[in-house]
C-alpha cells in the first residue's frame, strides 16, 4: 500500500532554514508528482508545488518561488522540501501528497516552528 | 490562474440533514475538480475525484456533481463524524493544485 512518511517536528530560527523529507514506498517513485501543501494554524491548504523524481522537473506556486526548492532522491525514494530564509509566517505544517491527477495518498504532515 | 471560492464558509447543521456545499471556478475546468476531508490535526482525506468519482473507502452518502465552473459536494444524511472541514482542489490548469478556501461543517 502506499505510504508517506515525513520527517519530525522542527524547531528553527529566524533567518535558517529547514530541510524536510518524505519518504514514499508502495508505488513507482519516479512515475508520479510529489505535490507540497502549507497549513498555517487555524488557516486552509495552500499549494507549493509539485516535482516529478522521474526527472526532477518542478513547478512553483510564484508565492513559493525563492522560498521553497523541491529535490527527490530516487534511490531512496525521498521527496525534500527545503526552506529557507524563515520568518514567523512560514511556521506551518507542512504535507507532502503523492499525486495522479489527484491527492489519493498524504504524508502525516511536519510542524515548522519558526521561533527564537 | 484559477481562483476556486467555497460557500458557505461555515455551515451549521444538526445530524441527519442532508447538505449541499459549493466550489466555484472562475473559469470553465471542466469536470478536474476534487473534494477532501480534514478533520482537526489529521491529514486531508480524498472523497471524491473528478467531480464526480466516487473513491473506495468513503461512504456512500457523499456524492459530487458539476462541471465547467459550478461544482457541488452533498452529504446525505450527515453523521457526527462528518463534521470536519471540507476542501475542493482544481487539476485543469498548469498552476493545478491550488485549493479552495474551505467549508467548515459544524453541529448546530
Known amino acids: 500500500q502506499v505510504q508517506l512518511q515525513q520527517s519530525g517536528a522542527e524547531l528553527v530560527k529566524p533567518g535558517s532554514s529547514v530541510k524536510i523529507s518524505c519518504k514514499a514506498s508502495g508505488y513507482t517513485f519516479t512515475s508520479y508528482d510529489m505535490h507540497w501543501i502549507k497549513q498555517q494554524p487555524g488557516n486552509g491548504l495552500e499549494w507549493i508545488g509539485w516535482i516529478y523524481p522521474g526527472n526532477g522537473n518542478t513547478k512553483y506556486n510564484q508565492k513559493f518561488n525563492g522560498k521553497a526548492t523541491l529535490t527527490a532522491d530516487k534511490s531512496s525514494s525521498t521527496a525534500y522540501m527545503q526552506l529557507s530564509s524563515l520568518t514567523s509566517e512560514d511556521s506551518a505544517v507542512y504535507f507532502c501528497?503523492?499525486?495522479?491527477?489527484?491527492?489519493?495518498?498524504w504524508g502525516q504532515g511536519t510542524l515548522v516552528t519558526v521561533s527564537s | 490562474n484559477i481562483v476556486l471560492t467555497q460557500s458557505p464558509a461555515t455551515l451549521s447543521v444538526t445530524p441527519g440533514e442532508s447538505v449541499s456545499l459549493s466550489c466555484r471556478a472562475s473559469?470553465?475546468?471542466?469536470?478536474?475538480i476534487h473534494w477532501y476531508q480534514q478533520k482537526s490535526n489529521e491529514s486531508p482525506r480524498l472523497l471524491i475525484k473528478?467531480?464526480?468519482q466516487s473513491i473506495s473507502g468513503i461512504p456512500s452518502r457523499f456524492s459530487g456533481s458539476g462541471s465547467g465552473t459550478d461544482f457541488t459536494l452533498s452529504i446525505n444524511r450527515v453523521e457526527s463524524e462528518d463534521f470536519s472541514i471540507y476542501y475542493c482542489q482544481q487539476s485543469y490548469s498548469s498552476l493545478y493544485g491550488t485549493f479552495g478556501g474551505g467549508t467548515k461543517l459544524e453541529l448546530k
Open positions: 473559469q470553465s475546468i471542466s469536470t478536474s
Open positions: 501528497a503523492h499525486y495522479g491527477g489527484y491527492s489519493a495518498y
Open positions: 473528478y467531480a464526480s
